[in-house]
């Protein structure tokens, strides 16, 4: 019954952002608001495993990358670079800023987790400067512009201009930094750079 209820609460915010109540969610399920706190005590409940959950997934769907065989070092690094931030249900900004601005302390989950949890990234772009894959390069830079880039594009002002959902403009970021550290080599495929042409 959780995981049911959970699933109506990530429709409710892909459709309406945070601007849900508990009733509109138990009569969603056709139950009473009584049976929902048997499961959740309160609202930010509810919105606080649906983050927690979002990030442990974002941390399997990294570790499935690094485990693929079937991919070369640039190819693992382009993957995990869309999928760090791409697991929430908050593609939207507007919900990104309503979640930052109304329930700051699971804000800042989100924040720890952009911030920090980099050493895969910095492995993979190890691998692919010894394979040369990806030529030689400063790796803190690199990944203080994707973070900096990154809290730039969430901001409301900025998304408003871009009118662009988080996940397509992530693919586009990371688009821009690969092709500027992609030798172009014959390990790396020709269709990994479809994206933009």
Known sequence: MKERITEVVREEIMKRGLKFSLRDIA?????????????????????SHIVDQSIAD??????EVMNDTSLNAAQKLRMALVIL?????????????????????????????????WDNIRILIQEGVAAGILRPFHVELFIQTYIGALHQLMDIHVANKIELSLDKVLVQM????????????????????????
């Open 58 to 63: 974002m941390r399997e769907a990294e570790q």
């Open 27 to 47: 009569a969603s399920l056709g139950m009473s608001t009584k049976t929902i706190y048997q499961y959740y005590e309160s609202k930010e409940h509810m919105i």
């Open 174 to 197: 990371v688009e821009f930094l690969m092709q500027g550290i992609l030798d172009g080599g014959p390990e790396v495929k020709s269709g990994e750079r479809s994206g933009t042409e």
């Open 85 to 117: 931030p791409r697991g929430f249900v908050f593609k939207d900004v507007h919900v990104l800023h309503e979640l930052k601005q109304r329930y700051p302390q699971l804000w800042r989950e989100v924040d720890v987790y952009i911030n920090h949890g």
